[in-house]
C-alpha cells in the first residue's frame, strides 16, 4: 500500500483518461466498457457548459449535442455509466432508479431529437417505470426515490463495467 488512492468514476470530475495528483488517481471516463470516444464528448460538454446537475439535465446535453445519425450515446452507454457509478452524486437518486428509466428516456430523447417541433408526453411513454413520486427537468420524469439495487449485485456489475470493483469488494 502507496498510500493512493483509487477515486471512482464521476461525470463531473473525470477525465476522459485516468488522472492523479499524486495521491489519489481518478478512474477516466474512456476506461468504461462501451464508453470510448463518447468521453471526451462528455468532459468537452462540461467543460463547455458546467456541470451536470441532475441525471435528466446529463442526457438531455448528452442527446442534444450529439447529431441525429451518431450513436455514440446510446442506452448500452448510459446503462454504463450508472453501473460504473460515474452519476452517483448527481441529484441523490439510486442507481436503480437512473437505470429504471433508462429504455424510456432514451426513446423520449431520439424523439424530441427526431422532431423538436413535437410534443410528446413523457408520461405516456415512461408512466409504468415511475410511480407517483417524481423528479421532472428537460421534459422527461423519473421515480427519484426508488431504493437501491442489490449490492452484490451492483458489485458484479461495477466489475463488469470498470474491470475492477468500485465502491467495494464481495
Do not use: W
Not at 450513436?71 to 446503462?79: D, N, P, Q
Not at 437505470?99 to 428516456?105: C, G, P, R, W
Not at 417524481?134 to 426508488?146: I, L, P, Q, R, S
Amino acid at each position: 500500500d502507496r498510500g493512493i488512492k483509487i477515486l471512482p468514476p464521476s461525470i463531473n470530475e473525470a477525465d476522459a483518461n485516468f488522472t492523479t495528483d499524486g495521491k489519489t488517481i481518478r478512474v477516466g471516463l474512456a476506461s468504461l466498457k462501451q464508453i470510448g470516444a463518447t468521453a471526451e464528448k462528455m468532459v468537452d460538454e462540461r467543460m463547455k457548459r458546467g456541470e451536470y446537475t441532475s441525471y435528466s439535465d446529463f442526457v438531455y446535453r448528452m442527446f442534444v449535442n450529439q447529431s441525429e445519425n451518431s450513436t455514440a450515446f446510446s442506452k448500452e452507454v448510459l446503462a454504463n455509466l450508472i453501473y460504473s457509478g460515474c452519476l452517483d452524486g448527481i441529484d441523490g437518486s439510486s442507481r436503480k432508479a437512473k437505470l429504471d428509466a433508462v429504455e424510456s428516456i432514451v426513446k423520449y430523447m431520439k424523439s424530441m431529437r427526431k422532431d423538436n417541433t413535437k410534443k410528446i408526453s413523457i408520461f405516456d411513454l415512461i408512466a409504468e417505470a415511475n410511480g407517483e413520486d417524481t423528479t421532472a427537468d428537460h421534459g422527461f420524469m423519473y421515480n427519484k426515490n426508488t431504493p437501491e439495487m442489490d449490492y452484490r449485485f451492483m458489485l458484479e456489475k461495477e466489475n463488469d463495467v470498470a474491470g475492477f470493483y468500485i465502491t467495494g469488494h464481495p
